[in-house]
Antibody
């Protein structure tokens, strides 16, 4: 069974940085793209970033471009989201999710990132 | 602005059928077959229930079905059960653009 387990997150002040991790198991990680999706009460689900199976291609939403960096270590079966210069409106539950096609399955359990002063 | 519009809330009684709509305003949505649907229970992660409009993962009950006409996709849940009470999100992916609807809260009365 494909499974994604997330770690990282927490409470930071505006301008600070945080790194999220997403450990995959139960499937050949290098075969699949992985995306990050966040959910905040005011905005619903928002696609944030994605990385190809090889890690050679990355994508970002305009709202996080130049501040967030997605990467992966397939040998460690882990995908990372490095978030810098965090803003209050980055506060959300962040999910990593596998993209086998034009859909997302499965999803990690989610991790809360709170940015406040 | 591109968007996927869903009703904020719907309700139904056990055993009934309900249909949730998802209307896209983005260019290409009417030709797009890359519509997926997700179920989310409170405090839980979203779960895929339909992909490519009407395809269902093997683990998902056949009470869930999907269709699309023009710029509107539909999720139908038949034989409502109490466990179907959840939020439902549609999603569309065109090229590298991924959109989600704001979600429909389904209440099973």
């Amino acid at each position: 069974e494909a499974l994604l387990v997330q770690s990282g997150g927490g409470v930071v002040q505006p301008g600070e940085s945080l790194r999220l991790s997403c450990e995959a198991s139960g499937f050949s990680i290098g075969t699949y793209a992985v995306a990050w999706v966040r959910q905040s009460p005011g905005k619903g689900l928002e696609w944030v970033s994605a990385i190809s199976g090889s890690g050679n291609v990355t994508y970002y939403a305009d709202s996080v471009k130049a501040r967030f960096t997605v990467s992966r270590d397939n040998s460690e079966k882990t995908i990372f989201l490095e978030m810098t210069n965090l803003r209050v409106d980055d506060t959300a539950v962040y999910y990593c999710t596998r993209g086998p096609g034009h859909w997302f399955d499965p999803w990690g359990q989610g991790i809360l990132v709170t940015v406040c002063s | 602005q591109s968007a996927l519009s869903q009703p904020a809330s719907m309700s139904g009684s056990p055993g009934q059928s309900i249909t949730i709509s998802c209307t896209g305003s983005t260019n290409g949505f009417d030709d797009d077959d890359y519509v997926s649907w997700y179920q989310q229970h409170p405090g839980k992660a979203p779960r895929l229930i339909l992909y490519e409009v009407s395809h269902r993962p093997s683990r998902v009950s056949d009470r869930f079905s999907g269709s699309k006409s023009g710029n509107t996709a539909y999720l139908t849940i038949s034989g409502l059960l109490a466990e179907d009470e959840a939020d439902y999100f549609c999603s569309s992916q065109i090229d590298i653009t991924v959109l989600f609807g704001r979600g429909t809260r389904l209440t099973v009365l």
